[in-house]
T-cell receptor, first 115, second 115 residues
Framework: DSGVTQTPKHLITATGQRVTLRCSPRSGDLSVYWYQQSLDQGLQFLIQYYNGEERAKGNILERFSAQQFPDLHSELNLSSLELGDSALYFC??????????????FGPGTRLTVT | GDSVTQMEGPVTLSEEAFLTINCTYTATGYPSLFWYVQYPGEGLQLLLKATKADDKGSNKGFEATYRKETTSFHLEKGSVQVSDSAVYFCALSDGVTGGGNKLTFGTGTQLKVEL
């Protein structure tokens, strides 16, 4: 158990809908990362937040957005869903955004199926 | 940009065989290197890491050495067990202070160990 929790575990929804994925980082971790794992794209970085502020952006679609709240939990919002958005979405956390700490700890993931 | 190349799988070995999974990387800075493992139906677990050239990361009998001259970080284990069956991901972190430290992953190598 990494200490990172994600809800829900599974999500099935229809095209055009909007969903919210939730992540709680390890206790004390300030950085939260979102990754997408799909068969065709592999594991791809989406976005990072550090202590409530966006720190880095990857290949995140404009239909997707995220935020980190004062209690440090994060939400990833996916809207106007398409079949191709079906994937495993992982959240990870790390202690700090500094040279001394690059270890990221991953949650169990949310499996999104768009029908 | 940064990239990680892993040997294609699946790799099938007999129990107690020697394991090598090759990983090479391309990065502009001085990245930290990681191996993550994903067991069926689970999230990613950090297996080992190395943060500078010639560092050797080790854990649970696995080891990998950060080779800057060959830009490689090959994973090895002297004697694999059936319980090692999983997908192994090589990853790098770009090491830019304050610029986020997203992970760039290879495509993953599936390992199957048989009795």
């Amino acid at each position: 158990d990494s200490g990172v929790t994600q809800t829900p575990k599974h999500l099935i929804t229809a095209t055009g809908q909007r969903v919210t994925l939730r992540c709680s980082p390890r206790s004390g971790d300030l950085s939260v990362y979102w990754y997408q794992q799909s068969l065709d794209q592999g594991l791809q970085f989406l976005i990072q937040y550090y202590n409530g502020e966006e720190r880095a952006k990857g290949n995140i679609l404009e239909r997707f957005s995220a935020q980190q709240f004062p209690d440090l939990h994060s939400e990833l919002n996916l809207s106007s869903l398409e079949l191709g958005d079906s994937a495993l979405y992982f959240c990870a956390s790390s202690a700090r955004d500094s040279l001394s700490s690059y270890e990221q700890y991953f949650g169990p993931g949310t499996r999104l199926t768009v029908t | 940009g940064d990239s990680v190349t892993q040997m294609e799988g699946p790799v099938t070995l007999s129990e107690e065989a020697f394991l090598t999974i090759n990983c090479t990387y391309t990065a502009t800075g001085y990245p930290s290197l990681f191996w993550y493992v994903q067991y069926p139906g689970e999230g990613l677990q950090l297996l080992l890491k190395a943060t500078k050239a010639d560092d050797k990361g080790s854990n649970k009998g696995f080891e990998a050495t950060y080779r800057k001259e060959t830009t490689s970080f090959h994973l090895e284990k002297g004697s694999v067990q059936v319980s090692d069956s999983a997908v192994y991901f090589c990853a790098l972190s770009d090491g830019v202070t304050g610029g986020g430290n997203k992970l760039t992953f290879g495509t993953g190598t599936q390992l199957k160990v048989e009795l």
